[in-house]
């Protein structure tokens, strides 16, 4: 499984940016599929995930109403659509894989890891 995300950058207090990642190595159906992020100094942190097959999505309360994760599956790409953005949100967000098992937001129930790319909110 290779999962390449991108689609970082500098945004201002209140604005927004879509995050992708492009997923290749097998088929995902039974996947789940979700971003964590990590900010300077502090430990990873869960964010978003989707259910491939049912597109059932769960968010951590602190994006929860901002960020919508979506999935294509013809693109067998992932989306994070980042609204409302606050400096909090600076991190690096990664996205992440996991064939079947339980909704989790813990790091160590997703198998494998994108690079991750950089968010960056001004105040």
């Known amino acids: 499984v290779q999962l390449q995300a991108f689609g970082g950058g500098l945004v201002r207090t209140g604005g927004f940016l879509r995050l992708s990642c492009a997923a290749s190595?097998?088929?995902?159906?039974?996947?789940?599929m979700g971003w964590f992020r990590q900010a300077p100094g502090k430990e990873r942190e869960f964010v978003a995930a989707?259910?491939?097959?049912?597109?059932?999505?769960y968010y951590s309360d602190s994006v929860k109403g901002r960020f919508a994760i979506s999935r294509d599956n013809a693109k067998n790409t992932v989306y994070l659509q980042m609204n409302s953005l606050k400096p909090e949100d600076t991190a690096v967000y990664y996205c992440?894989?996991?064939?079947?098992?339980?909704?989790?937001?813990?790091?160590?129930?997703?198998?494998?890891w994108g690079q991750g790319t950089e968010v960056t909110v001004s105040s």
């Open positions: 992440v894989a996991q064939p079947g098992g339980q909704d989790s937001v813990s790091v160590e129930m997703y198998r494998y």
């Open positions: 190595g097998r088929t995902f159906t039974n996947y789940r």
């Open positions: 989707i259910r491939w097959s049912s597109g059932i999505t």
